[in-house]
């Protein structure tokens, strides 16, 4: 009987072992497909693609941009975007750090970012900020369901 026991407790062992590997190749695909969105989402705000940035954002999203003083949904967003476009581009960005988490169909992107913006009137302004993005996989693709982004301030405790 012992001789069943460990012979089941090796075969169970080697069945977790076995399997870790593939799930840490899915979850290293599934943050790569991730991260892949939120550079499409920086194309779009530099190509001023307003219709291919709005759909990046699930119809039930939530969530908090630097420049607005509360939560605002999809339609925020889009209002938001729509008169910044009007009002200038963004002309580049660029990562300075990164991170992805995905588990199941929920990835999480944190980053900061500077990014460059150029007014019509010709000024070029500058914008540092930490961002959060959850994305919500929705049949084939990745959309943002819940954000929030912050100016970068000294890292001292806020509390």
Known sequence: MNRIKCFAAGALL????????AMCATDAAAEK????????????????????YVNLWHKDFLGWPRDRDLPV?????????????????????????RS?????????????????RVENGGDTLRFTSRVTHTWLKTGKTWQIIGGM????????HTF
Do not use: C
């Not at 497909?33 to 291919?52: F, N």
């Not at 963004?90 to 300075?96: N, P, S, T």
């Not at 982004?149 to 890292?155: F, G, R, W």
């Open 14 to 21: 080697a069945l977790v072992f076995s399997a870790a590997p």
């Open 100 to 116: 992805v988490r995905v588990v199941g169909g929920v990835g999480i992107t944190q980053y900061a970012v500077k990014a460059f």
């Open 73 to 97: 949904g999809k339609d925020g967003i889009e209002e938001g975007t729509r008169k910044k476009m009007a009002a200038g581009k963004v002309a580049r960005h660029q990562i300075l750090n």
């Open 149 to 156: 982004s912050a100016p970068i301030e000294s890292s001292q």
């Open 33 to 52: 497909a991730v991260w892949a969105m939120e550079e499409t989402y920086w194309k779009t705000l530099e190509s001023s693609d307003l219709q291919g």
